[in-house]
């Protein structure tokens, strides 16, 4: 049973589009999801995250857009650039003293120039 | 800031061999991780520890042992390689209360 799900499984855009990555979850007491960035020959690198009381995270490029009513959410990379090429994870966790993160499997995204 | 250290960085084993893949961190974190990443399946837990001598099994145990022999390492045995298993075997930690998991580079399982 998979509880984090991403799509599309592989994104190409041209330098300056936005990318759109999606993800949906299953557990209503997930609170709290990170995206990771990773770059090849590299660990996952924290990008961005949002807890579920709020509906929007903004950091500069990446946006999280969160609706929690359809347990979906989605991460904008605006004005793409090539070096954003990375695979990027959605995961996710209920906080407390769970200490584990649930990942999904990844979206490859390539920016071409 | 910190640093995650993965020992070997690349590991050739053979089927049935015991294979052991070692992870530092000086970040002061209490809790490490294990993480299995194949090719198209994400991060799949296999142990973690919350603290110095404590080993929780995550959704993958099954084939490997750990240790988490003083706070700044933690070990992952793979105890009888698979023939042409190829994995990523990430180590994380985090600190304690907090969400965020810091990763090292990873170690890359190939059994011939």
């Known amino acids: 049973q998979q509880q984090v799900r991403q799509s599309p499984q592989s994104l190409t855009v041209w330098e300056g589009e936005t990318a759109i990555l999606n993800c949906s979850y299953e557990n209503s007491a997930f609170d709290y999801f990170p995206w990771y960035q990773q770059f090849p020959g590299e660990g996952p690198a924290l990008l961005i995250s949002?807890?579920?009381?709020?509906d929007k995270k903004e950091d500069g490029r990446f946006t999280i857009f969160f609706n929690k009513r359809e347990k979906k959410l989605s991460l904008h990379i605006a004005d793409s650039q090539p070096g954003d090429s990375a695979t990027y994870f959605c995961a996710a966790n209920s906080g407390g003293s769970n200490a584990k993160l649930t990942f999904g499997k990844g979206t490859k995204l390539s920016v071409k120039s | 800031g910190g640093i995650i250290t993965q020992t070997p960085k690349f590991l050739i084993g053979q089927e049935g061999q015991k294979l052991t893949l070692k992870c530092q961190q000086n970040f002061n974190h209490d809790t490490m991780y294990w993480y299995r990443q194949d090719s198209g399946k994400g991060l799949r837990l296999i142990y973690y520890?919350?603290?110095?001598?404590?080993?929780q099994k995550g959704d993958l145990s099954e084939g490997y042992d750990a240790s988490r022999e003083k706070k700044s390492s933690f070990s992952l045995t793979v105890t009888s390689a698979q023939k042409n298993e190829m994995a990523v075997f990430l180590c994380?930690?985090?600190?304690?209360?907090?969400?965020?998991?810091?990763f090292g580079p990873g170690t890359r399982l190939l059994v011939l």
């Open positions: 994380a930690s985090s600190m304690a209360g907090q969400d965020t998991q810091y």
């Open positions: 520890s919350i603290t110095e001598n404590d080993l």
């Open positions: 949002i807890l579920s009381v709020s």
